[in-house]
């Protein structure tokens, strides 16, 4: 795959990445989500008043760790810096 890309095109997955980290987190959090619906959909209401929640499907619980805050004149200097990669046709 990185035979393919080029800087410009790996630049921009990189900023994406830095602004939206991806993981499997996401795909948990999505299955997790999926059987929460149909435990839902199928709750006898009798035997369980309680409708059901995330975590009860989760393995780990789902808050998201805690974003560092960057400074502005840090994220300056890394477009800058990230820009100077970019090739211009």
């Known amino acids: 795959m990185l035979s393919r890309l080029d800087s410009r095109e790996l630049t921009e997955w990189y900023a994406d990445y830095l602004i939206e980290p991806w993981s499997e987190r996401r795909a948990d959090v999505r299955s997790a989500l999926i059987a929460q619906i149909l435990a839902e ?3 006898d209401r009798k035997r369980r008043a309680q ?3 995330l975590d009860d499907f989760m393995a780990v619980p789902p808050e998201l760790p805690k974003r560092k805050v960057m400074h502005w004149k840090t994220m300056k200097a890394m477009l800058k ?3 100077g990669t970019i090739r211009r046709k």
Do not use: F, G, I, Q
């Open 41 to 43: 959909v199928n709750r």
């Open 51 to 53: 409708p059901y929640k």
């Open 81 to 83: 810096a990230m820009s």
